[in-house]
């Protein structure tokens, strides 16, 4: 019998075995830092996340292949392990991982950034939309590629795009990361995430963000379909 994964995350099946079935949403390879490869699916009727984590000597070419972009199409079932790392839930496959549909048609759950900063949509993969206004390159210091994006209630959240998950300076996004910003809005699907005490959604491809709108900066207002952002330039004489 299936487990929902709300009881997984509420604690009822810690250190038991369950049946789960979810999409394939990321992807992310810890092995480099000594970790596993780690794999999160969602649940298509909560949207809610679980992360999968699996060892070298697990790993295997039929998990490489299942793991490959894009995300959001391949549905699977298994049985797990539930378990803790660093005061989040994992579960251990045990066995197989059985494909049920390799190109299935997932409905993402639409949110509000306000939403994901008080913590309503917790552990759940999903869609917001906002304003690009500012970039920001960690990879530096060894961290992600961060976008920042607002919405037209001026909250602001961070979108985080790992070097491994989704090469962004590289892909048909790049333009997005040179200024000037203020200039498009985006649909951004992902985790909602924690670092630092800081909401974020977790980007894993190109499949994840779409240029839903461009603002023209010569203007002084712009109102698209779903928002309006009055955008005041100044220039030197």
């Not at 487990?3 to 604690?11: E, N, P």
């Not at 919405?151 to 602001?156: I, K, N, S, T, V």
């Not at 961070?158 to 491994?164: A, D, G, K, V």
């Amino acid at each position: 019998q299936l487990v929902s994964f709300q009881d997984v995350l509420d604690g009822d099946y810690y250190h038991q075995s369950v049946k789960l079935q979810g999409v394939i949403t990321d992807y992310y390879d810890i092995t480099p830092s000594c970790g596993p490869h780690a794999i999160t699916i969602s649940e298509a009727t909560t949207c809610y996340n679980l992360e999968l984590a699996m060892w070298n000597n697990e790993w295997n070419n039929d998990l490489e292949c299942l793991t490959q972009q894009p995300f959001f199409t391949k549905e699977i079932q298994f049985i797990g392990s539930v378990g803790e790392y660093e005061g989040n839930t994992q579960i251990k496959v045990c066995g197989e991982i059985t494909i049920l549909n390799e190109n299935y048609d997932y409905q993402v759950c639409e949110g509000s950034i306000k939403e994901i900063l008080d913590g309503s949509l917790n552990n759940k993969t999903v869609a917001c939309e906002g304003l690009l206004v500012d970039y920001f390159d960690i990879t530096v210091y060894d961290g992600p590629h961060a976008l920042t994006i607002k919405d037209e209630q001026g909250y602001a959240l961070e979108l985080s795009i790992w070097p491994n998950s989704y090469d962004i300076p590289n892909s048909i996004h790049s333009y997005l990361l040179q200024p000037p910003y203020n200039r498009f809005l985006l649909s951004a699907v992902g985790g909602v995430g924690e670092y630092a005490g800081e909401k974020q959604l977790s980007i894993s491809g190109a499949n994840s963000i779409t240029v839903s709108d461009t603002i023209n900066l010569e203007g002084t207002e712009y109102t698209g379909l779903m928002v309006a952002f009055t955008i005041e330039a100044e220039y030197d004489d």
